[in-house]
């Protein structure tokens, strides 16, 4: 899975802040514009293979992927696609696959929470 590096992620945090995460473009008027030329626009960064580190998914980690669906890893399967499925379902019912590089990031330990709650999943601790 491809993470932006630390400098990267700053950049993108000021970007957002700066223009939140809807647009902002004012090439119409005055090209090119600040929210074009941004080194943290999401756009520029995925030209930028700089920006991006290789990071492997662990087995038991909830993700999201960029079609906005939440699965705990599994394994890769043999396809080379990513095996994900609700949490404590690890069977080939509720599983489905995605491409690695459709996996967008690891859940936040709040989105991690809500997406067990969701799923009527309660932690053996």
Known sequence: MKVLIDEAQAERDAFHSCYGFFGGCNCHSMP?????????????????????????LQAGRIYLSNFGWFGEFSRIGGTGMAIFHPPGEPDMQSSWAADL?????????????????????????
Do not use: L, M
């Open 101 to 125: 590089d459709k996996i967008e990031r690891e859940a936040t330990p709040e989105e991690a929470k809500a997406y067990k709650e969701e799923c009527n999943y309660v932690d053996k601790e």
């Open 32 to 56: 090119p514009c600040g929210f074009c030329t941004h080194p943290g626009n999401p756009t520029n960064q995925e030209e930028d293979e700089s920006c991006w580190r290789e990071e492997p």
